[in-house]
């Protein structure tokens, strides 16, 4: 004997339960919230810019490395060799 298995059909993505539905309302809000973001940050970045420049002295924008904080650059001496010892040679 020969028992004959029903297939059961492939359930659709809109067939799923409520679990699946909580989970596209909250993937389609976050997709939402992180474009709008993104659109907003690409609004304000150019804002952000200028306003780190405006502060800037006008020494630290040509200097490369420079911090994006007003800061003072680091000076020091060095010593001085000495005047005897270039003449033993």
């Known amino acids: 004997m ?3 298995v029903k297939a059961q059909p492939l359930r ?8 699946a539905r909580m989970y596209r309302k909250y993937l389609g809000r976050a997709s939402l919230t992180i474009l709008a973001v ?3 940050s690409a609004y304000l970045l150019p804002l952000l ?3 780190m420049t405006a502060f800037q ?5 040509s200097t490369p ?3 994006v904080y007003p800061a003072k650059p680091q ?3 060095r010593p001085q060799p000495s005047a005897a010892g270039k003449n033993s040679q």
Request: without cysteine.
């Open 38 to 40: 993104i659109i907003l």
């Open 12 to 19: 659709s993505l809109s067939d799923a339960g409520p679990v």
């Open 49 to 51: 810019y200028m306003a």
């Open 65 to 67: 490395g420079a911090p």
């Open 2 to 4: 020969t028992a004959k």
């Open 75 to 77: 000076t020091g001496t």
């Open 57 to 61: 002295q006008p020494g630290q924008s």
